[in-house]
């Protein structure tokens, strides 16, 4: 299909993106055959159209042209990575223009702190023959940091958009948030939401003791379930309820433990049948007859 039909029903009029399009066309044509990894010729023009909208900064809307390619999202976005990773083509990814089209312009600072950070430690993780070798220029890296700061503070970003416009696949992407948080995890890390139970039982004695250990108040009525025996402190109430369940379920346990010796007991001594005299009940009442 020719390239300027296609960009017509895209809504593109610019005639340097058909040309530049229709350049990246015969360069993939050239470099690698792309039946080979399942991209028509009708999706070939649409991916080197976005491409080329990508490069001189032309509005593009994604939607239509996964309509127009006859393919999936999934299957489009992995095709678009695959070619422009073909192509050699690397896409330009800033910070502020994230934080300004997600609109979270207060994590630029956080991003680019982490950045570095996180470049510092990897690179002195490595061996030195592999230091000079290291590149970070690629935006997934951008993407992913981005990404990382938005999570931990608590802002919702769209993680399929981030991947579309730092031009990876989502394992990489899932890859290199995993060492992120591994390697700058004071930085990047993200607590769990669902938390080890000992851990918040822990957590909350500590903040408990801390207004409740204190003097018992004098003119205060405080039962005597409340008070420590051993430095005349008040309990807090978590440690108050712990110990009421601790007193039922003793009280229950004996009341069973009772329950089961009496029925051991009754079985051990089980009761005699008075004998049955049925001869001299007769004789009474032959002689009650007689008279």
């Known amino acids: 299909?020719?390239?300027?039909?296609?960009?017509?029903?895209?809504?593109?009029?610019?005639?340097?993106?058909?040309?530049?399009?229709?350049e990246l066309r015969r360069l993939s044509n050239i470099q690698f055959d792309s039946s080979v990894i399942g991209v028509g010729e009708t999706c070939k023009a649409v991916i080197c159209l976005e491409i080329?909208?990508?490069?001189?900064?032309v509005m593009f809307d994604r939607q239509i042209a996964i309509r127009l390619s006859g393919m999936s999202e999934k299957a489009y976005n992995r095709s678009f990575n695959v070619m422009q990773n073909g192509l050699g083509v690397k896409t330009k990814l800033d910070v502020r223009e994230l934080g300004i089209q997600f609109g979270c312009v207060t994590l630029i600072t956080f991003v680019q702190k982490g950045l570095l950070l996180y470049k510092?430690?990897?690179?002195?993780?490595?061996?030195?023959?592999?230091r000079a070798s290291a590149d970070f220029t690629r935006p997934?890296?951008?993407?992913?940091?981005?990404?990382?700061?938005?999570?931990?503070?608590k802002l919702k970003v769209d993680k399929l958009k981030l991947i579309q416009l730092c031009g990876t696949s989502e394992a990489e992407f899932t890859n290199i948030s995993t060492s992120m948080k591994d390697l700058c995890f004071d930085t990047f890390g993200i607590s769990k939401e669902n938390k080890d139970p000992k851990t918040v039982k822990g957590h909350r004695e500590l903040l408990d003791a801390i207004p409740?250990?204190?003097?018992?108040?004098?003119?205060?009525?405080?039962?005597?379930?409340?008070?420590?025996?051993?430095?005349g402190l008040e309990i807090s109430s978590y440690k108050r309820h712990k110990h009421q369940e601790?007193?039922?379920?003793?009280?229950?346990?004996?009341?069973?433990?009772?329950?089961?010796?009496?029925?051991?007991?009754?079985?051990?001594?089980?009761?005699?049948?008075?004998?049955?005299?049925?001869?001299?009940?007769?004789?009474?009442?032959i002689t009650l007859e007689a008279s």
């Open 246 to 285: 601790k007193l039922a379920y003793n009280n229950w346990k004996s009341s069973v433990i009772a329950s089961n010796k009496q029925t051991k007991t009754a079985l051990s001594n089980p009761k005699k049948q008075a004998p049955l005299s049925f001869v001299k009940r007769v004789s009474e009442a």
């Open 1 to 22: 299909m020719d390239l300027s039909e296609i960009s017509k029903k895209l809504g593109l009029s610019d005639v340097n993106v058909v040309r530049k399009a229709e």
């Open 140 to 153: 997934v890296f951008t993407a992913v940091a981005f990404y990382l700061c938005a999570k931990n503070h």
């Open 120 to 130: 510092k430690r990897f690179i002195d993780a490595l061996p030195a023959s592999r």
């Open 52 to 57: 080329a909208t990508n490069r001189l900064g």
């Open 212 to 231: 409740a250990k204190r003097k018992r108040d004098e003119s205060g009525d405080v039962s005597e379930d409340s008070v420590d025996d051993e430095d």
